[in-house]
Nanobody, 126 residues
């Protein structure tokens, strides 16, 4: 019922930049936090950056100062601007959204859960 469509991944040389986008659609009553995670081969998935609905942000130490997360609530979209990319940034990047769904009927009720994008590959060469 909720889909996250990512774009912007690709191949880039060290020092270059990429901008990832993630559009959320479907049964959306509201979106709370949104974020980006990444997983490199042989590694556990890790948090890259998160942003609350109000705009508060948090970054992994490894990307602090290089990456910027932003969101457009009117478009249900979250962005990750990645600058000064390093080979160690190579990973599959996943978009995440904390979504509240609504189900109208005899009684209106709500559910809330995290949804994930399919992942987009970012490869940084030296």
């Amino acid at each position: 019922q909720v889909q996250l469509v990512e774009s912007g991944g690709g191949l880039v040389q060290a020092g270059g930049s990429l901008r990832l986008s993630c559009v959320v659609s479907g049964n959306i009553f509201s979106i709370n936090a949104m974020g980006w995670y990444r997983q490199a081969p042989g590694k556990q998935r890790e948090l890259v950056a998160v942003i609350t609905k109000g705009g508060s942000t948090n970054y992994a130490d490894s990307v602090q100062g290089r990456f910027t997360i932003d969101r457009d609530n009117a478009k249900n979209t979250v962005y990750l601007q990645m600058n000064s990319l390093k080979p160690e940034d190579t990973a599959v990047y996943y978009c995440n959204a904390d979504v509240t769904n609504t189900f109208p009927g005899g009684v209106i009720y709500y559910t809330r859960r995290d949804y994930w994008g399919q992942g987009t590959q970012v490869t940084v060469t030296s």
